[in-house]
T-cell receptor, first 116, second 114 residues
C-alpha cells in the first residue's frame, strides 16, 4: 500500500525565516513519483515539483528547495526567507507503477502561516 | 480562459435536492478527475475519466454520479446527499493517464449539505 505522512499539521513562522515541511512516504514500487502542491486560500492546488524515484538530486528553484532521500523515504520541502504570500496548505503526494501513475496518494497537508 | 474552471464556487443544498457540479478544461488534456477534500483528511480520489470513458470508480456511493460528455467537460451529479458529504470537490486534468507530471487542478466547489 502507498501512504504519505505529513506529520506537521500547522507551522507558524515570521517573515524571512526559513521553514522546512516534512514528507515521509511508503511504497513498494520501484518506480514512483513524488510531488508537492500548494493550496492557497483560493482553493486550487498549484503544482510545485515532481521527482522520480531514480533521481535523488536535490533541487532548488528560487526560494524553494527539495531534499529527496530514499534511505529515509523522505521528500522534504524548504522555503528560504519565507514571505506572507507563502501562507497556504502544502501537500505532498505519491504515485507509483503498481497502482497507476494517474492515482496520486496525498498526505493530509501542512498549513503554513507566515506573519509579517 | 485557461486552466481548469469549476462552477459553482459555492453550493448549499438540502438532502433532498439534486444539483450538478461542472468542470471545464481548456488545456487539451485527455484525462479528468474528481477529488473530495474533507477537513483534516487526505484528498480522496473519486472518479477518473480518460477520453470520456470512466476508468476508475473509487468505491464512491451512488448518490454521486459523474458524467463526461467530452474530453473538455466533466460533471458530478448529486442527489440525496448526506451532511457528511459536505466538502471541497476538486476537479483536475492531466495530459493522459500515464502523465507523470501531475495534475492541473481547479479551484473547487465548496459544497455544504444541510
Amino acid at each position: 500500500a502507498q501512504k504519505v505522512t505529513q506529520a506537521q499539521t500547522e507551522i507558524s513562522v515570521v517573515e524571512k525565516e526559513d521553514v522546512t515541511l516534512d514528507c515521509v512516504y511508503e511504497t513498494r514500487d520501484t518506480t514512483y513519483y513524488l510531488f508537492w502542491y500548494k493550496q492557497p486560500p483560493s482553493g486550487e492546488l498549484v503544482f510545485l515539483i515532481r521527482r522520480n524515484s531514480f533521481d535523488e538530486q536535490n533541487e532548488i528553484s528560487g526560494r524553494y528547495s527539495w531534499n529527496f532521500q530514499k534511505s529515509t523515504s523522505s521528500f522534504n520541502f524548504t522555503i528560504t526567507a519565507s514571505q506572507v504570500v507563502d501562507s497556504a496548505v502544502y501537500f505532498c503526494a505519491l504515485s507509483g507503477e503498481n497502482t497507476g501513475f494517474q492515482k496520486l496518494v496525498f498526505g493530509t497537508g501542512t498549513r503554513l502561516l507566515v506573519s509579517p | 480562459e485557461t486552466g481548469v474552471t469549476q462552477t459553482p464556487r459555492h453550493l448549499v443544498m438540502g438532502m433532498t435536492n439534486k444539483k450538478s457540479l461542472k468542470c471545464e478544461q481548456h488545456l487539451g488534456h485527455n484525462a479528468m478527475y474528481w477529488y473530495k477534500q474533507s477537513a483534516k483528511k487526505p484528498l480522496e480520489l473519486m472518479f477518473v475519466y480518460s477520453l470520456e470513458e470512466r476508468v476508475e470508480n473509487n468505491s464512491v456511493p451512488s448518490r454521486f454520479s459523474p458524467e463526461c460528455p467530452n474530453s473538455s467537460h466533466l460533471f458530478l451529479h448529486l442527489h440525496t446527499l448526506q451532511p457528511e458529504d459536505s466538502a471541497l470537490y476538486l476537479c483536475a486534468s492531466s495530459h493522459d493517464l500515464e502523465s507523470v507530471f501531475g495534475y492541473t487542478f481547479g479551484s473547487g466547489t465548496r459544497l455544504t449539505v444541510v
